[in-house]
């Protein structure tokens, strides 16, 4: 048995994205220190409000800064659809965080789907799975890619990235991204980083907030019941980090931690 996953909670919204811009901060050193390049793939839904809260706040010094010019982007779930479209979660990261940053920043790399395929799914898949080939190496050399940190959500089913609990997606061991046509939850044509790219990543962060998440993190946490979320934590241990509320995890029995790093 490996080490635990970490759970910090936190009183507030607020607190917790002070905590987590520390800990974007030390994985965005670690990737540049391994190779000059901070590699992260985002999910939708409200990860990207609580990211702009923790990365907009000006920073306190020349140790909390984010180099947005080191950072790549990528999804590690995206919906069929124009990038212009609300559906998008391109268009909802450029909404909430992107646009924000302040004149004059730097910008960061961001890899988006090719628009001219979204009627095929598959296709769509594979031209997204060639942008992660061009960006870590020839297929032949990595099995797998290694992203430096992605920072999922949970929806309230268990479901992360568009992985959902018991689809057949979950058994793909071969491809980096998948198509799906079937998605439970609207629109249901998607592209989606397959179960091994998600454990294989140095990093991974949950985001999670609100009274309702509470019901499902007592089953990621304390039954598991072959969620995506609890197959996530039981791969990547003590590399997966959760950045919850108090609210979410109100009786939920599993040991919380005090964030340090």
């Known amino acids: 048995m490996g080490k635990q996953v970490n759970l910090y909670s936190f009183p507030s919204v607020e607190t917790l994205a002070t905590a987590l811009r520390s800990y974007l901060i030390s994985c965005q050193e670690?990737?540049?220190e391994r190779h000059g390049v901070f590699k992260v793939g985002v999910s939708g839904g409200s990860l990207p409000k609580t990211l702009a809260q923790a990365l907009l706040a000006p920073a306190k010094d020349e140790s909390d800064k984010v180099k947005w010019e080191s950072w790549e982007i990528f999804f590690a779930d995206e919906r069929a659809v124009p990038l212009n479209h609300e559906d998008s979660n391109y268009a909802l990261l450029k909404k909430e965080l992107l646009d924000k940053l302040p004149q004059g920043t730097?910008?960061?790399?961001?890899?988006?789907?090719?628009?001219?395929?979204l009627d095929d799914t598959q296709e769509l898949a594979d031209r997204y799975e060639q942008t992660l080939v061009r960006s870590f190496a020839s297929r032949d050399s990595v099995k797998l890619p290694i992203f430096d940190l992605l920072l999922l959500g949970c929806g309230p089913d268990g479901h992360t990235c568009s992985l959902f609990p018991g689809h057949e997606l979950l058994r793909e061991t071969e491809a980096w991204v998948s198509p799906i046509e079937d998605s439970p939850k609207p629109?249901?044509?998607r592209i989606t980083l397959t179960l091994p790219v998600v454990t294989h990543a140095v990093r991974v962060a949950f985001v999670a907030t609100g009274s309702g998440k509470k019901e499902i993190m007592k089953d990621i946490f304390e039954e598991g019941k072959g969620l995506p979320c609890a197959l996530v934590n039981e791969a990547t241990g003590e590399r997966c980090s959760w950045f919850v509320d108090n609210a979410a995890v109100e009786g939920v029995s599993y040991p919380k931690r005090p964030f340090s790093l």
């Not at 730097?106 to 395929?117: G, K, L, M, R």
């Open 187 to 189: 629109p249901p044509r």
């Open 30 to 32: 670690a990737g540049l």
């Open 106 to 117: 730097p910008q960061p790399t961001v890899h988006t789907i090719d628009e001219s395929v």
